[in-house]
T-cell receptor, first 116, second 114 residues
Framework: AQTVTQSQPEMSVQEAETVTLSCTYD???????LFWYKQPPSRQMILVIR??????QNATENRFSVNFQKAAKSFSLKISDSQLGDAAMYFC?????????????FGKGTRLHILP | EPEVTQTPSHQVTQMGQEVILRCVPI?????FYWYRQILGQKVEFLVS????????KSEIFDDQFSVERPDGSNFTLKIRSTKLEDSAMYFC????????????FGSGTRLTVV
C-alpha cells in the first residue's frame, strides 16, 4: 500500500523568506501523481501544485515549486517570498496513475506559520 | 471560478441519528468523492462515485454509510446511525475526468455527534 510521510508537523518562516516543506512517499508503482494541497483556516482544500511521476522537470506555479526526486521518493515544496496568506496546513498527497485507483492518499500535514 | 458547494457548514446530531450531508459538485464534473478529516488528523478517503455507482470505497465506508446522486446535481453522503467517532470534517470533491488534475474540494461540513 502507498504511504505519504510528512516529518515536519509545524514550521515557521519569516515573511518574504523561502521555506521548504518535506514529503516522502512509498510506492511500488511507476505511474503516479503527487500533489501539494493547502488548507487555510477556512478549512477548504486548495490544490497548490501537481507533479506527474513520468515528468523529470519539476513543476512550478508562481512562488511555489517542487523538488521531485523519484529515485529517493521525495517530493518537497518550496515557497519563495513567503506571504502572510501562505499561512496554512499543507498536505502532500499521492494518487495512483492506474485506472483502478481513484483515491488520493494524504500525509498528516505540515502547519506553516508566517512571521511578520 | 466554479465551486463545489457543501451544506450545511456545521451540523450537530445526536448519537444514533441519521444525518445527510449535501454537496453540489461542479456542473460538468463526472467523478465525485467524499473524504473526511477527524480533528487534527489527516484527510482520509471514503468513497468515489461515477456513473451512478460507487467505483471505490475505503474500509471506513461500512454499511452505515451510503452515497447517492438523487437528481443529477446533488451528491449526498448519508450516515445511518451516527457514532461519536463519526465527528469529523467531511469534504466533498469532484473532477471532470479521471486524469488527476486534482479534484476541486468543497469547504467541508463539520459534523459533531453528541
Amino acid at each position: 500500500a502507498q504511504t505519504v510521510t510528512q516529518s515536519q508537523p509545524e514550521m515557521s518562516v519569516q515573511e518574504a523568506e523561502t521555506v521548504t516543506l518535506s514529503c516522502t512517499y512509498d510506492t511500488s508503482e511507476s505511474d503516479y501523481y503527487l500533489f501539494w494541497y493547502k488548507q487555510p483556516p477556512s478549512r477548504q482544500m486548495i490544490l497548490v501544485i501537481r507533479q506527474e511521476a513520468y515528468k523529470q522537470q519539476n513543476a512550478t506555479e508562481n512562488r511555489f515549486s517542487v523538488n521531485f526526486q523519484k529515485a529517493a521518493k521525495s517530493f518537497s515544496l518550496k515557497i519563495s517570498d513567503s506571504q502572510l496568506g501562505d499561512a496554512a496546513m499543507y498536505f502532500c498527497a499521492y494518487r495512483s496513475g492506474g485506472n483502478r485507483d481513484d483515491k488520493i492518499i494524504f500525509g498528516k500535514g505540515t502547519r506553516l506559520h508566517i512571521l511578520p | 471560478e466554479p465551486e463545489v458547494t457543501q451544506t450545511p457548514s456545521h451540523q450537530v446530531t445526536q448519537m444514533g441519528q441519521e444525518v445527510i450531508l449535501r454537496c453540489v459538485p461542479i456542473s460538468n464534473h463526472l467523478y465525485f468523492y467524499w473524504y473526511r478529516q477527524i480533528l487534527g488528523q489527516k484527510v482520509e478517503f471514503l468513497v468515489s462515485f461515477y456513473n451512478n455507482e460507487i467505483s471505490e470505497k475505503s474500509e471506513i465506508f461500512d454499511d452505515q454509510f451510503s452515497v447517492e446522486r438523487p437528481d443529477g446535481s446533488n451528491f449526498t453522503l448519508k450516515i445511518r446511525s451516527t457514532k461519536l467517532e463519526d465527528s469529523a470534517m467531511y469534504f466533498c470533491a469532484s473532477s471532470e475526468t479521471r486524469l488527476p488534475n486534482g479534484y476541486t474540494f468543497g469547504s467541508g461540513t463539520r459534523l459533531t455527534v453528541v
